[in-house]
């Protein structure tokens, strides 16, 4: 469980597999260069569009993002047969979730969160 899957058979694994479209952030794993910082992109999405839900709602969403991860980013690196693959980003989404929710919701607070994570 090593070698990664060529370019185009990993595009196809991902696509058309519901828990890789998941690991890899609906996509943004894979991006050709730097897909950790395309899928926390899409973490701050995600905080962005939670933001109504208030803080207990929040915490839910950190807390579902964290025990579906664990199983989320298992099982793909077993059906792709890769451990930790670069396009799992699943743990950054979550990751920077996590650093937002506990920043203030500001563009500088959240642009110094994404920056340093």
Not at 37 to 49: M, N, Q
Request: contains cysteine.
């Amino acid at each position: 469980m090593n070698k990664a899957p060529e370019i185009p058979e990993l595009r196809r694994k991902v696509l058309r597999d519901p828990v890789n479209l998941l690991a890899f952030g609906l996509g943004t794993g894979l991006a050709p260069k730097a897909p950790g910082t395309f899928g926390s992109l899409f973490g701050v999405a995600i905080a962005w569009w939670t933001l109504p839900l208030g803080f207990e709602g929040r915490i839910m969403v950190a807390i579902a993002l964290i025990v579906s991860g664990v199983w989320i980013c298992g099982e793909s690196a077993r059906r792709i047969g890769v451990h930790d693959h670069s396009g799992i980003v699943w743990d950054e989404i979550a990751g920077i979730y996590l650093v937002l929710l506990v920043s203030q919701t500001s563009i500088l607070a959240w642009a110094l969160g994404f920056g340093l994570f």
